[in-house]
């Protein structure tokens, strides 16, 4: 079901860095809170699991793929196959 929801801006502001803080979407986070609120929750996540370790802030939530900002010029006659093809990572 689609709904819209006017929120303040005060509790908009705390959505939005709650959702960049955990790295979940700012519909989960709601999905959750009103899931919470009927009592209709999942069981909390496992304490050391991958979402409970967000959301305490111990890992960072993934970042997209950026371009980079310039690209590196290998050598004359070097290759990225020879830098790959290294006997000292054996």
């Known amino acids: 079901m689609a709904t819209n929801l ?4 005060a509790m908009e502001a705390a959505l ?5 803080r955990t790295g979940c979407s700012q519909q989960e986070i709601i999905r ?3 899931e919470q609120f009927l009592g209709e929750s999942k069981p909390p996540a496992a304490r050391g699991s991958i979402a409970d370790l967000l959301a305490r802030g111990v890992l960072k939530p ?3 793929y ?12 070097v290759t990225s196959l020879d830098l790959l093809d290294r ?3 054996f």
């Open 66 to 77: 950026r371009r980079p900002h310039r690209l590196l010029k290998l050598p004359e006659g």
């Open 62 to 64: 993934a970042t997209p």
């Open 87 to 89: 006997e000292d990572r």
């Open 32 to 34: 959750q809170a009103l």
């Open 16 to 20: 939005r860095e709650e959702s960049e």
């Open 6 to 9: 006017r929120l303040r801006p």
